[in-house]
């Protein structure tokens, strides 16, 4: 199946995934993820609250982003990692 292509879904999300992540290279990887899961996955949305699922799942993928760049604080503006020497 085809992602969708809403913008305003996607900034929504998108605004949502930067409270989790200073960089936007990283929001953007959380929010494609999270709509191709849903994609893959349209039964995850079988519930009483579409927006808690999307959420939650947006959430998850934040969690797995931030635990690919160890030592970058939750809500971090920088993209540099604390053992990487500053240029």
Not at 24 to 43: F, G, K, M, Q, Y
Request: aromatic fraction near 6%; glycine fraction near 4%; charged fraction near 30%.
């Amino acid at each position: 199946m085809a992602a969708p292509r809403d913008p305003d879904f996607r900034e929504a999300l998108l605004r949502w995934a930067r409270k989790f992540v200073g960089s936007d290279v990283a929001a953007i990887r959380i929010v494609e993820r999270t709509i191709n899961v849903l994609c893959n996955n349209p039964e995850l949305l079988d519930v009483s609250d579409v927006n808690e699922a999307v959420f939650a799942l947006l959430r998850r993928h934040a969690f797995d982003e931030i635990e690919r760049l160890p030592g970058v604080p939750l809500g971090s503006t920088s993209t540099e990692r604390d053992d990487e020497p500053a240029l």
